[in-house]
C-alpha cells in the first residue's frame, strides 16, 4: 500500500518545548519510531509541518542588521524544509537499517489570482507591540492581526494547485525509497503565464491541504493525518465531547470544525477520499499503525452508494 504521512507541526516541537535544536533532535526519535513501523509493510511518504521553525527563522531575519529586507516567506520556508528534513532523514535512517531515506525540495504552485492573497489570515513570527507593528507594517508592507499581547504578522494562503516535484517522488517511490518532502506545505510559487518562469511568493500553504494534493497525485491508496489527539472529536473542549470514529466527507464539512485546528485536517481528508475513493485517517503520532490497522483513529471513507 502507498501511505501519504502528514506529520503535524507539533512533530518535532511539541506544545510547550522550546525551539531548541536539542529539542528537535530528541523529538525525532519518536516520530522516526511511529513512522518507521509502517515504512517495514508499505512504500510511504512523509510531509511534514514547520510553522515553530519559519517563525523562529522569521524572527531572526526580521531582527537582522546586516539585511537590507528580511527574507521572503517562500525563501524561509526552503529552509525549513532542509532543517526538518535532515532531522527526519537521520531519525528515519536509524530506525530503517539499509533503507532509501531521501529528503526533497518541494514546490507547490499556486494561482496568483487565489483569493487568499487579498484575505492574509495565516500568522507567522512573533507578537509585536502597536508601535512596532506599525512601523514594520509601514516598512515592509506586512498585514498585521490582533492578537492577544499585540499584533501579528499575517500572510495569504492560497490552495495548493500541484505538487512540482511529484513525477520524481514517483520514481522515488519505485525504487523503494522513503520520500520526506512537501514540509511546510511546500515553498509556494506562480508560474507567469507566457514563459512558464517560476517565482516565489509571500505565502504559505496549509501542509495538509499540500499533502492531501500529494496523495491524490502520486495515487496514493491511504492519507494519514497525525496529530496530538486521539480522535477526532464533536464538542471538542466541551464536557460532552465524543470521539468521531467513523465519517464520511460529508459529515467532516457538516460539523464544521475550527479553522485554527482540526477544520484544515479534516478538508483534506475529505478532498482526498472524495478524488479518489480511497481511505484517509487522523489521529495521534504515536498510534500511526494502528490507525491504518483500523485499530485507533478517525476513519473517512467514501460514501456509501445510495446513502
Given amino acids: ?47 511534514h509541518g ?15 542588521r546586516s539585511l537590507v529586507e528580511p527574507y521572503p516567506v517562500d525563501l524561509l520556508g526552503a529552509q525549513t524544509q532542509g532543517l526538518i528534513g535532515t532531522l527526519l532523514v537521520r531519525g528515519l535512517k536509524d530506525a530503517l537499517p539499509g533503507r532509501r531515506v531521501v529528503s526533497l525540495l518541494t514546490h507547490t504552485q499556486v494561482r496568483g489570482d487565489d483569493p487568499a492573497f487579498e484575505r492574509p489570515t495565516e500568522p507567522v513570527g512573533p507578537t509585536y507591540p502597536d508601535k512596532v507593528a506599525d512601523f514594520l507594517t509601514a516598512k515592509h508592507g506586512w498585514t498585521m492581526t490582533r492578537t492577544r499581547g499585540g499584533l501579528r504578522r499575517v500572510l495569504p494562503a492560497p490552495q495548493p494547485e500541484r505538487i512540482l516535484e511529484c513525477d520524481t517522488v514517483r520514481v522515488l517511490l519505485e525504487t523503494g525509497t522513503v520520500v520526506v518532502c512537501a514540509g511546510g506545505g511546500g515553498v509556494p510559487v506562480v508560474s507567469d503565464w507566457a514563459t512558464g518562469a517560476l517565482r516565489g511568493v509571500e505565502a504559505v500553504v496549509d501542509k495538509d491541504l499540500a499533502a492531501a494534493r500529494l496523495a491524490e497525485d502520486v495515487k496514493a491508496d491511504f492519507l494519514l493525518i497525525l496529530t496530538d489527539v486521539p480522535n477526532v472529536y464533536d464538542a471538542y473542549g466541551t464536557p460532552d465531547r465524543r470521539p468521531v470514529l467513523d465519517v ?7 460539523a464544521r470544525y475550527a479553522p485554527d485546528s482540526m477544520g484544515p485536517k479534516a478538508e483534506a481528508a475529505a478532498r482526498f477520499v472524495e478524488g479518489t475513493g480511497q481511505l484517509a485517517a487522523i489521529g495521534a ?7 491504518v490497522h483500523g485499530r485507533s483513529g478517525t476513519l473517512v471513507r467514501p460514501d456509501l452508494p445510495g446513502s
Avoid at 50 to 64: I, K, R
Avoid at 285 to 291: F, G, Q, S, V
Fill in 248 to 254: 464520511t466527507p460529508a459529515e467532516l464539512r457538516a
Fill in 1 to 47: 500500500m502507498r501511505i501519504v504521512v502528514a506529520l503535524g507541526g507539533n512533530a518535532l516541537l511539541r506544545r510547550g518545548d522550546r525551539p531548541d535544536a536539542d529539542v528537535q533532535r530528541a523529538n525525532v526519535v519518536r516520530v522516526a519510531t511511529a513512522v518507521a513501523a509502517l515504512a517495514h509493510e508499505h512504500d510511504l511518504i512523509v510531509t
Fill in 50 to 64: 514547520n510553522t515553530p521553525q519559519l517563525g523562529l527563522l522569521a524572527t531572526e531575519s526580521v531582527a537582522d
Fill in 285 to 291: 503520532l504515536d498510534a500511526a499503525y494502528e490507525i
